[in-house]
């Protein structure tokens, strides 16, 4: 199958239907999929900068890492919170050897 202007369009319609299904599919798998968008501008972000196009691999790659940010945002949350308890915890059991 010989990729043209008109076959591209398709697929590209078909993966935009595609991720808004799973988008809709539930909770778990729906924040997935939106992890998927992010991490695939970050990916063409690179194979941009690496074929020479650096103004455009940037500018997504920049869009990327800020929506993926984003979306990390309330998991970044709870690492730093687990963090700050274990090392609280630590603190307090550690001996004073004075």
Same mark, same amino acid.
């Given at each position: 199958?010989? &990729? ?7 697929? /590209? ?5 595609? #991720?808004?299904?799973?988008?809709? &599919?539930?909770?778990?798998? @729906?924040?997935?999929?939106? &992890?998927?968008?992010?991490?695939? &501008? ?6 941009? /900068? ?9 500018? #997504?790659?920049?869009?990327?890492? /800020? /929506? ?15 963090? #700050?308890?274990?090392? @609280? ?10």
């Amino acid at each position: 199958m010989k &990729l043209q202007s008109k076959n591209t369009f398709a697929l /590209i319609l078909i993966a935009c239907g595609a #991720l808004i299904l799973f988008g809709k &599919l539930g909770p778990v798998l @729906g924040w997935f999929v939106s &992890l998927l968008v992010p991490i695939a &501008l970050i990916g063409f972000g690179y194979l941009g /900068i690496r074929n020479g196009k650096k103004l455009i691999g940037g500018v #997504l790659l920049f869009f990327g890492a /800020i /929506i993926l940010i984003g979306r990390l945002t309330p998991l970044i949350g709870w690492v730093v919170a687990i963090l #700050l308890i274990a090392y @609280g915890i630590s603190v307090l059991t550690k001996k004073k050897s004075y």
